[in-house]
């Protein structure tokens, strides 16, 4: 019988990140710093919202680009929040921010269009760039450059048939972030190649040092970004699946036509719950939120200096929940590092290379974990340190 896989869906390698998260579930006492997913339960004011719309039937299909109430707050929250101005006729609510990913780039990609992803980068560009008929051009972003994306390294991987550049900061798995005025030097250069930029800013609201600066905000940057956000980090909805897009005209209703065919709409109660965490957000000034990322900070804070302290030298993380030490120092790759502590100390850190070349000789490690997990993982991750 022929072989029916389709041999872009063939090539692709399963998700580093959910293998060791399959392990850890099936071992006893094993403490994850693997998955990046909040340990923080939804508010309860928004579960109750949830609970009230499936009490009320609130679960038809919504029109297919969500409910016009939630479009409407999203539009508001992004200008007031981030001084990004999309109307909700140009927003679609999506499953999560992973289907506005793949939604951008399967409207934007032809075949040998070059995307350029610095890495290390979240595991899905790469593929989702690969399945959507595109080439992916991993960009290396390095540690002596805190891990942002310049001009020089940009222009560099730049060629004739380079159409976007994914722009996905707070970083996963760096932790790192673009300032205001990193961001403005590297749009002379995608003015300059007429590119389109897809921004991924779903840690957005989890920045410890300046407010996150979106290249949205930027001149007449919005006509020219695909801009995707969501509910999952900062509000701790990542179940509830729950994302948005915005995009100039013309991409918009390419990725309208996709998600009507593909997803028809995202599920209602979620949006429900989605139009809740912003009605109230507005009301207490996003408190919850400003609670998440001060506890965010002061584990991050912890982490870092503990892994630091057994010399395995890590950038101080700016944004979002994970910190991306260097364990060059054991002798160990990130591979070998990551199977060996799992294996002899049963706590799970995500190999490097998961994210791209650049991250071979790291570990990727969450921190949206409590601080009685994180305390006992570090004296664990001692141990196995000291102990080679």
């Known amino acids: 019988m022929r072989n029916f896989v389709n041999k872009r869906a063939?090539?692709?390698?399963?998700?580093?990140?959910?293998?060791?998260?399959?392990?850890?579930?099936?071992m006893e006492g094993a403490i994850?710093?693997?998955?990046?997913?909040?340990?923080?339960?939804?508010?309860?004011?928004?579960?109750?919202?949830?609970?009230?719309?499936?009490?009320?039937?609130?679960?038809?299909?919504?029109?297919?680009?969500?409910?016009?109430?939630?479009?409407?707050?999203?539009?508001r929250y992004l200008q007031e929040r981030f001084g990004v101005c999309y109307p909700p006729e140009r927003t679609i609510v999506t499953v999560g921010a992973s289907e506005a990913i793949d939604l951008a780039l399967r409207a934007v990609c032809d075949v040998g269009d070059e995307i350029l992803v610095p890495e290390p980068s979240y595991v899905s560009y790469a593929p989702a760039?690969?399945?959507?008929?595109?080439?992916?051009?991993?960009?290396?972003?390095?540690?002596?450059?805190?891990?942002?994306?310049?001009?020089?390294?940009?222009?560099?991987?730049?060629?004739?048939?380079?159409?976007?550049?994914?722009?996905?900061?707070?970083?996963?798995?760096?932790?790192?972030?673009?300032?205001?005025?990193?961001?403005?030097?590297?749009?002379?250069?995608?003015?300059?190649?007429?590119?389109?930029?897809?921004?991924?800013?779903?840690?957005?609201?989890?920045?410890?040092?300046?407010?996150?600066?979106?290249?949205?905000?930027?001149?007449?940057?919005?006509?020219?970004?695909?801009?995707?956000?969501?509910?999952?980090?900062?509000?701790?909805?990542?179940?509830?699946?729950?994302?948005?897009?915005?995009?100039?005209?013309?991409?918009?209703?390419?990725?309208?036509?996709?998600?009507?065919?593909?997803?028809?709409?995202?599920?209602?109660?979620?949006?429900?719950?989605?139009?809740?965490?912003?009605?109230?957000?507005?009301?207490?000034?996003?408190?919850?939120?400003?609670?998440?990322?001060?506890?965010?900070?002061?584990r991050g804070v912890f982490l870092v200096n503990a892994l630091n302290s057994l010399g395995l030298k890590c950038f101080k993380p700016k944004g979002a929940f994970y910190v991306f030490p260097s364990v060059e120092k054991t002798g160990l790759d990130g591979e070998g590092f990551a199977n060996a502590l799992l294996e002899k100390c049963k706590v799970a850190v995500v190999p490097g290379a998961a994210f791209g070349a650049a991250g071979v000789n790291h570990v990727r490690c969450s921190y949206a974990t409590s601080m009685r997990n994180l305390t006992i993982a570090v004296e664990r991750i001692s141990d196995f340190v000291n102990g080679l």
């Not at 063939?10 to 099936?26: C, E, H, N, T, Y």
């Not at 956000?229 to 013309?250: D, Q």
């Open 10 to 26: 063939a090539s692709l390698q399963p998700s580093g990140i959910r293998k060791f998260f399959d392990i850890v579930q099936k």
């Open 32 to 75: 994850s710093l693997g998955v990046g997913e909040p340990d923080f339960v939804t508010p309860w004011n928004v579960r109750d919202a949830a609970i009230r719309s499936l009490q009320r039937g609130y679960t038809q299909y919504t029109g297919n680009r969500g409910l016009l109430e939630l479009r409407e707050l999203i539009s």
């Open 129 to 298: 760039v690969i399945l959507a008929g595109g080439t992916p051009v991993a960009v290396k972003c390095s540690a002596e450059n805190d891990f942002i994306l310049t001009p020089e390294i940009m222009e560099a991987a730049i060629t004739p048939k380079t159409k976007a550049v994914i722009l996905a900061y707070p970083n996963n798995p760096t932790g790192a972030v673009m300032t205001r005025g990193q961001v403005e030097a590297i749009i002379p250069v995608i003015e300059k190649h007429d590119l389109l930029v897809i921004s991924d800013e779903i840690y957005a609201e989890l920045t410890y040092t300046d407010k996150h600066a979106s290249i949205a905000s930027m001149g007449n940057m919005a006509e020219r970004t695909v801009l995707i956000n969501g509910f999952s980090k900062a509000f701790a909805m990542t179940g509830w699946r729950v994302g948005f897009v915005c995009a100039p005209k013309e991409i918009d209703e390419a990725m309208f036509k996709i998600h009507q065919y593909t997803i028809l709409c995202a599920p209602h109660m979620s949006q429900r719950a989605a139009v809740c965490a912003l009605k109230d957000g507005f009301s207490d000034g996003f408190s919850v939120v400003e609670e998440m990322r001060a506890e965010y900070c002061r």
